[in-house]
């Protein structure tokens, strides 16, 4: 049967290489028309499933709110009222870039520094009064001419006062957003697209950067602006000026990725073509092979735009994966093309014998590996299912052109360019020699033992290997834009970015408050602001108010000039915050009432509360437990769903996890199956996939050793390792059925197999110089677990065939 | 418990108990006046005085480790009375209202002016031993100056399982001269 097919498909293109070229070249023309088509949607918010609640809340929430996520402009300055002017002017020229809604750089916070004394916890002002009194006792100490010996009152008073400049994360004692150390101000930008718009945010960054540039070019008040690049202020600047949040982390990220690609392509095509030459030593052949390669990419991308549409994040790098794993079809099929040449001086039989054996083992191995990457279709996740067509489509697109198209163009040039066919012709004698002496793979017991103590070994650590949950060390790096946020939340005490549900009556948001501040319940969430923090219960008010009139009391005792300097400051504050009387939401400002509803435009009327969890969004372990407990939160029996990048970030992560869980497994099953039909032998299995098992285990074990982890970026080289792990095994174990030598499968196949796996590690090995640490654990994930592959495909395999050959067990049928 | 708040539940003391109390205030300061400190200080409770510093922890000592800080009490405002009243000018008494176990006299300290720009409200609280009435507390801004040595110095030390001695050395700290 596979005689039959062999034969008149080598017929087929022996009589009409011409047509099938033709008809070839006319489909790639085609795809590649469909390919100019083809887009990037750099939105990663459309790669998670559309009909997720939290996604359809984060819908409507861009609706309600005109946008979700922050541009944060930073000026850093040591000339303060310098600073704030130039934060008023940026602010009103940022105002009138069309994709921006709202700056601002600060607010009117009299009404919360006035009324401090009702947002502090009970706890807090019972210990404030402590203290108070407390210092009373040692400022009278020292009236006396006594020793105070207070040296903590002070520090402790400070570390209280600190934790209460920042009310419902507005500072009362600045309307400026300023740090507590007078360093650093904030202008709050929010716009109208959405921060994963890459193209959204890109354009909004170059025109605040626009805006930046102009005032820096001319300005009344003769400010010198220049961006922050490492630490400190920036030299001959007045003010250093830095760009964060969601909008500039995004588009950074991007960017960094694709910069970091260009060299790391040059490298890597650089790096094949050369080991190509050292291979082949025949510039035509290797010219020939890479045309059909890149032929084989524009179909699958003509593929893509047909079928999807357009490519995502994450499959605008296939191109790259694809190639390297692809010309392996390639190698193989001229390695054996001229091998069959050199023996035989036969045109048709070389091809038919190499179409026969070789297209058989590319076929299976195509098919596996398409299979096994197919499956991710299934995802849910669309960087996995995108992914997993693309990659699976061009798998077995690569492959057909492999044995369509590059033995039709070999036939056209044997019979146009007879130097060609010399140059198929290849010195065999060594090989052909060592063959007739027909010698046993070497010390094959004793690799296969201390192979086998060595990967029961590895697996143990291999099942110990974790997920990396921190994006930051994993992925993104630190990037310029991430230290900044740091340095912003730390210094403006805000922890990670807050999330926001929305609720429809005043009732709802009253209910969601106390559901929420339920710290025991929600044990990830660290501050609750909704528009009822802004007005604490009158219950908890009166509370204050009879500790108030306690404190007034002392404070109306002591003399004026018992207080100094700053003392003096906050005893004021103090006293002028304890005058106030306990108030309702009607006496609270309209403008600190506003950032809990929607904009105008909605026709909504109901009211955002913001939830800010324990830590930062980079942490996606703490997310995922923090969208556990608020993503979607029940009350009388409705759903109330919470929105924003860390949910969205979460959701990505438990997708991701969820599949990673899920879907090696199906993998697994389906290689096992495609294996047992193509060689109807379950003991021809153990030999096919022990490159497979062997290379991921090793990887597995090796990177638990190198405390490597399991990340978001590296995960997706999984399916390439399998296929690696499936096709080096396939190769070497269908020659030696050929022939039942190991030896001589090894002499034959071993250098194409080897080939094929070292140009796709150069390829990998590339991202080593990317500089992104996504890419870097990308790279370095692909070529431990391909060189893993390789390694156990060119020794344990073949001393696993030596051995059972020795001990006649577990012989699989010969096909040859 | 002799330690308490002022200010809160104060209840009017009877005019022969005001009478004496006044008379005990002003023979103790004609004898600080005179710089007879040996014999004002016979107006003062030293047990009284111990007990406030050493409260929250009196009620477990020995008998043994009560008089011992109470001759330490004695010894400290013995030693450093003439420092502490050095600057004072003149006291004022005023209302006299129970507060718990103890008798409150408001009281304005007059000070000499050419050290001091103001004088204080302060108030005094006095207990009955006996048939005598004596001082054993000092109140200023409503916060008890023996009371503020054990909240501020005796507690947090026996809190973190200092000993007694550690306890009573910082409060003979407080009393060094700056």
């Given at each position: ?243 964060t949040g969601e909008y500039k982390i995004a588009y950074d990220d991007s960017t960094h990725i694709r910069n970091a690609l260009e060299p790391t392509s040059f490298v890597a ?328 509803r929607p904009v105008p435009e909605s026709g909504e009327k109901g009211y955002f509360t913001l939830i800010i969890p324990k830590g930062s969004v980079t942490d996606s372990k ?6 556990k407990q608020v993503g979607t939160i029940t009350m009388g029996g409705k759903n109330y769903y919470a929105t924003g990048h860390m949910i969205l970030m979460a959701n990505l ?164 | ?178």
């Amino acid at each position: 049967m596979r005689e039959r097919i062999a034969s008149a498909i080598t017929d087929s293109l022996y009589k009409n290489p011409g047509l099938i070229a033709l008809v070839i070249v006319i489909i790639v023309g085609l795809s590649a028309w469909q390919m100019s088509k083809l887009t990037i949607n750099y939105n990663q918010l459309e790669l998670i499933p559309q009909d997720l609640p939290s996604v359809l809340a984060t819908k409507r929430m861009f609706k309600l709110a005109g946008g979700y996520g922050h541009l944060f402009i930073t000026l850093r300055g040591k000339d303060i009222p310098h600073m704030k002017r130039v934060a008023d002017d940026l602010t009103a020229e940022i105002k009138k870039i069309p994709e921006v809604r709202s700056a601002t750089c600060r607010q009117d916070v009299s009404f919360l520094r006035d009324h401090l004394a009702y947002y502090v916890d009970i706890d807090d002002l019972n210990e404030a009064f402590r203290l108070m009194r407390k210092k009373i006792r040692a400022m009278t100490r020292e009236k006396l001419g006594m020793k105070s010996g207070d040296t903590e009152t002070d520090e402790e008073l400070k570390k209280l006062v600190e934790k209460y400049r920042n009310v419902n994360s507005k500072f009362v004692d600045d309307e400026y957003n300023i740090d507590p150390a007078r360093e650093m101000i904030l202008i709050v930008i929010q716009a109208n697209g959405i921060p994963n718009d890459l193209g959204f945010s890109k354009k909004l960054l170059s025109d605040v950067s626009s805006v930046i540039e102009q005032y820096n070019q001319g300005n009344p008040r003769g400010a010198k602006l220049r961006e922050k690049n490492g630490n400190g202020p920036a030299p001959e600047a007045t003010i250093t000026y830095g760009m964060t949040g969601e909008y500039k982390i995004a588009y950074d990220d991007s960017t960094h990725i694709r910069n970091a690609l260009e060299p790391t392509s040059f490298v890597a095509f650089a790096g094949i073509l050369i080991y190509l030459v050292i291979l082949f030593r025949r510039p035509v052949q290797i010219i020939l092979l890479m045309t059909t390669l890149v032929m084989s990419i524009v179909i699958t991308f003509g593929f893509t735009r047909i079928t999807l549409g357009e490519l995502n994040t994450i499959t605008a790098i296939l191109g790259g994966i694809l190639m390297g794993f692809g010309i392996d079809f390639g190698i193989h099929f001229l390695y054996r093309f001229r091998d069959e040449y050199s023996h035989r001086g036969d045109i048709y039989e070389s091809l038919r014998q190499t179409i026969l054996h070789t297209g058989l083992s590319s076929l299976i191995s195509a098919v596996t590996s398409a299979a096994s990457l197919f499956v991710l279709v299934l995802a849910a996740f669309k960087g996995f299912s995108h992914f997993g067509l693309i990659a699976g489509a061009g798998t077995l697109i690569i492959a057909i052109m492999m044995n369509t198209f590059l033995p039709a163009a070999i036939l056209l040039l044997t019979r146009t360019w007879p130097n060609f066919s010399k140059s198929l012709l290849v010195n065999y004698k060594k090989i052909d020699d060592a063959d007739h002496l027909n010698k046993p793979y070497p010390f094959a017991s004793r690799i296969l033992a201390a192979s086998l103590i060595l990967t029961i070994g590895l697996a143990y650590f291999a099942t110990r290997i974790e997920f990396d949950y921190d994006s930051r060390t994993s992925v993104t790096g630190n990037t310029q834009a991430l230290m900044l946020q740091d340095e912003i939340e730390k210094r403006f005490g805000r922890k990670g970015l807050p999330s926001v549900v929305y609720t429809d009556t005043l009732e709802e948001t009253k209910k969601l408050y106390d559901e929420l501040s339920n710290k025991d319940k929600y044990s990830y969430v660290q501050q609750v602001v909704s528009i009822f923090s802004l007005a604490p219960p009158m219950e908890q008010q009166l509370k204050t108010r009879r500790i108030l009139d306690q404190i007034q009391e002392r404070l109306v005792e002591i003399p004026a000039d018992l207080m100094a300097g700053e003392n003096r400051e906050l005893f004021d504050i103090v006293k002028k915050s304890l005058a106030t009387q306990p108030f309702t939401l009607k006496d609270v400002p309209e403008d600190l009432l506003k950032q809990f509803r929607p904009v105008p435009e909605s026709g909504e009327k109901g009211y955002f509360t913001l939830i800010i969890p324990k830590g930062s969004v980079t942490d996606s372990k703490l997310t995922v437990e923090f969208t556990k407990q608020v993503g979607t939160i029940t009350m009388g029996g409705k759903n109330y769903y919470a929105t924003g990048h860390m949910i969205l970030m979460a959701n990505l992560a438990m997708i991701v996890i969820r599949d990673g869980k899920i879907f090696p497994a199906i993998v697994a099953g389906l290689i096992l199956i495609i294996l047992l039909i193509s060689y109807r032998d379950p003991r021809a299995l153990v030999f096919a996939i022990a490159p497979l098992l062997g290379g991921m285990v090793w990887m597995l074990g090796l990177m638990y050793l190198l405390n490597w982890k399991i990340n978001y970026v590296n995960i997706v080289v999984f399916p390439v390792v399998l296929g690696y792990g499936i096709s080096v095994g396939i190769f070497i174990f269908n020659r030696y059925l050929e022939c039942h030598s190991v030896m001589f499968a090894l002499r034959h196949t071993g250098a194409a197999v080897a080939g094929s796996c070292i140009t796709t590690v150069i390829g990998w090995a590339s991202l080593f110089f990317s500089g992104h640490k996504g890419l870097t654990s990308m790279g370095s994930v692909a070529v431990f677990g391909i060189s893993a592959a390789l390694l156990v495909a060119l020794t344990v395999m073949p001393s696993l065939m030596q051995y059972t050959e020795d001990k006649k067990i577990l012989i699989p049928k010969c096909k040859a | 418990m002799l330690w308490q708040e002022t200010g809160i539940m104060a209840a009017p003391v009877s005019p022969a108990d005001q009478k004496e109390i006044l008379r005990t205030l002003a023979l103790a300061q004609y004898w600080i006046k005179k710089g007879d400190y040996n014999r004002a200080i016979a107006y003062v409770d030293f047990e009284g005085m111990a007990e406030i510093v050493m409260a929250g922890y009196w009620d477990k000592m020995s008998q043994k480790e009560k008089n011992d800080i109470i001759t330490f009490m004695k010894n400290l405002i013995r030693e450093k009375f003439p420092i502490i009243t050095q600057r004072l000018k003149w006291l004022q008494f005023g209302a006299i209202s129970e507060n718990g176990n103890q008798v409150i006299c408001e009281t304005l300290a007059v000070f000499d002016h050419t050290t001091e720009k103001k004088d204080q409200k302060i108030q005094i609280g006095l207990v009955k031993r006996g048939n005598e009435w004596k001082g054993v507390e000092v109140y200023i801004l409503k916060e008890g100056f023996l009371a503020g040595l054990n909240e501020d110095k005796v507690r947090p030390i026996l809190k973190r399982g200092g000993t007694i001695q550690e306890a009573l050395d910082a409060v003979r700290l407080v009393f060094q001269e700056r």
